[in-house]
């Protein structure tokens, strides 16, 4: 998540450097942040706001590092970038699933529901939108990869996080991100099927 913006690029070449010289492979320190994340969770079972903040910020960099230390070693792999996208959305489904667990006040829906449609059309409907494009035939892969929303992954890990730290100190405001972050995935997912759309319409 960190890496697909400005400064975790940054970051990501620092921590190249660094971690390199560490006796893990870039699919261990993938793997790492699964395990990190799943750290996280229990300590949302257990309602420990604070060291599930520090799990998933963990895991998070462990996301970072990991294509930092394959492109410093140069052991970049397809499998790797595989491994990394599926390991992202098991991070991002145990962050939502454990704030399941914890008591958070209602806003126009349940907060079930909103979790719901963060992992719907966030973890879900977004990536799957661009990979169907591109596996019909509706786009070509580089204009897919090149594509762009409103809300992205990056994006939305960042306000997830925030709305787990907020748990801390006002549970309302971390009800108020998630609606957020809910209507904003759905509306990049539309943007996504507009585009697509209008790519079409233009061979057409």
Known sequence: MLKEIALGRKMSECAGE????FPLSPNQWTLLSVLLALGGFFALLGRNVTFAAAFFLLSFFCDLVDGAVARKRGEKTKFGAY???MCDRYVEFL???GMLFYPLPAFLLP???WLFLILFFGTCMTAFAKAYAS???AMEREKVDAMSSVFQR???GFVLFLA???LAFDAQFAVYLLVLAAVLS???VAQIILKVKRENAEKD
């Open 135 to 137: 596996h019909r035939g």
């Open 111 to 113: 907060t079930y529901a």
């Open 83 to 85: 491994l990394d996208g």
């Open 164 to 166: 787990l730290v907020m």
């Open 186 to 188: 759905a509306i990049a």
């Open 95 to 97: 962050l939502l699933f």
């Open 18 to 21: 660094f971690f390199a010289r």
């Open 154 to 156: 990056s994006e939305r």
